[in-house]
C-alpha cells in the first residue's frame, strides 16, 4: 500500500472522531466551577421592552462522547461498532436533557443540539422533545447551525484538546492532529466553535467534560460555568507518540456514576444561565484578526509530522471553514 492511501486509510479509522475533524482531514474531581454582522456586540441579542425580556432564551448546545461520564474508552465506546456504542449514545443524551432542564428552569425555552461526535451519538428517540437536533453538515460546516440571535452557547460530553496533561480520551478532532494554534494560541474543539460563537455575538456559558477541558474551557471562557463528571490520570503531554499511539494513550480516569454526573450537569446548566441573565459581561472572547491557524498532524504511517496553514482577514468563521494544505513539517 503507498504511503497515500496508508494515511487514508489511517484517518478513515481514526477520523471523524469529533466537530474539528476537518484539521485531521486536510486528589479529587472537581465538580463544578463558577468563576461586521459577524462581530461579537457582547449583548444577548434580546428583544426587550421596558428592561424586560419578551421572548424565551435560545440555547445552541454542542455535544461530543469522549467527554460524557461512564464512557471509558474510545475502542469499546465511541465507535458505530463499539461494544457498548448504544449505552454511551444513551449516556450523553441523558447528559443533554439534564442540561435543558437546568437551562428551562433558568428561564430558557428553546434547544438546538448538534450532535459534533464523528459517526453520531445523540439517540433521537431518547432526546428531550423540547430540543431540536442537528446533524450532518454542508461542505462548509462551521459554525454547525449556529445563527446570530441565540443567545447562549453550551457544550456536554466535551473533553480536552491533543497534548492536555491528565486528560481523559484527549484529541482535536482526530487523534492524528498534534496541535492546533489560532494566532499562536492551541485550540482544541471547544475553542474552535466558541470563536465562531464569539464572532456572532452568542455567549458561552456552560459546558461539562472531563476536568482538563473545564481548566482548557475557563482558561479561554473566564466565568463560564463548568461541570467536570471525571478526570484523567495519566500524566505527561505524549508527544513522543505517533498518531496510532497516541489514540491509546490517555484511557485512565475516575468517573462520577452516570446518574450523579447528570445531577451535576443540570445544577451547574441552572447556575449557568442565572448567572448570565444576571451579569452580561462574561461569555465572549475577544477576538482579534487577521486570523492565522495552523495545525501540525503526528506522524503515521510511516509518514513524519506534516504542517498546514490557513488565513483570514478577518472572519474566523471563513478561517475554520478554509482548506489546508499539507506539507512535510521541517525540523
Known amino acids: 500500500m503507498s504511503r497515500q492511501s496508508s494515511r487514508r486509510e489511517f484517518l478513515k479509522a481514526s477520523a471523524g472522531i469529533g466537530i474539528g475533524s476537518r484539521a485531521a482531514a486536510g486528589a479529587p474531581a472537581e465538580e463544578s466551577r463558577s468563576p461586521n454582522d459577524r462581530t461579537a456586540t ?61 437551562f428551562s428552569r433558568g428561564g430558557a425555552t428553546e434547544f438546538l443540539v448538534v450532535d459534533g461526535h464523528g459517526s453520531g451519538a445523540i439517540h433521537p428517540k431518547l432526546l428531550d422533545p423540547r430540543a431540536q437536533l442537528a446533524r450532518n453538515w454542508p461542505p462548509h460546516p462551521y459554525p454547525f447551525n449556529l445563527e446570530k440571535g441565540m443567545h447562549f452557547a453550551a457544550w456536554i460530553g466535551q473533553h480536552a484538546m491533543s497534548r492536555t496533561e491528565y486528560a481523559h480520551l484527549a484529541h482535536t478532532g482526530s487523534f492524528v492532529v498534534f496541535e492546533s494554534t ?15 460563537a464569539s464572532q456572532l455575538g452568542v455567549r458561552t456559558i456552560f459546558g461539562s467534560g472531563d476536568l482538563a477541558y473545564t481548566k482548557e474551557a475557563r482558561a479561554l471562557v473566564p466565568g463560564i460555568e463548568t461541570v467536570a463528571v471525571k478526570r ?3 500524566p505527561g503531554r505524549g508527544d513522543e507518540c505517533d498518531a496510532e499511539v497516541y489514540a491509546k494513550r490517555n484511557l485512565a480516569a475516575i468517573h462520577h456514576q452516570p446518574v450523579r454526573a447528570r445531577q451535576m450537569i443540570l445544577a451547574g446548566a441552572e447556575r449557568a444561565i442565572q448567572r448570565a441573565k444576571a451579569d452580561p459581561s462574561f461569555g465572549i472572547v475577544p477576538l482579534k484578526p487577521p486570523f492565522e491557524k495552523v495545525t501540525i498532524l503526528r506522524p503515521q504511517s510511516g509518514q513524519p509530522k506534516q504542517i498546514g496553514r490557513s488565513s483570514h482577514p478577518n472572519d474566523v468563521i471563513a478561517l475554520m471553514n478554509a482548506p489546508m494544505k499539507y506539507g512535510p513539517l521541517k525540523k
Open 232 to 234: 484523567g490520570t495519566t
Open 182 to 196: 489560532i494566532n499562536g494560541i492551541p485550540v482544541g474543539e471547544f475553542a474552535e466553535v466558541a470563536l465562531c
Open 42 to 102: 457582547g449583548s444577548i441579542g434580546t428583544s426587550s421592552k421596558g428592561g424586560e425580556k419578551t421572548s424565551g432564551w435560545k440555547v445552541f448546545i454542542v455535544t461530543d462522547m469522549e467527554g460524557v461520564a461512564g464512557v471509558l474508552d474510545f475502542e469499546n465506546w465511541c465507535k458505530p461498532e463499539s461494544r457498548y456504542y448504544e449505552l454511551g449514545k444513551e449516556f450523553l443524551t441523558l447528559e443533554v436533557n439534564a442540561a435543558i432542564e437546568g
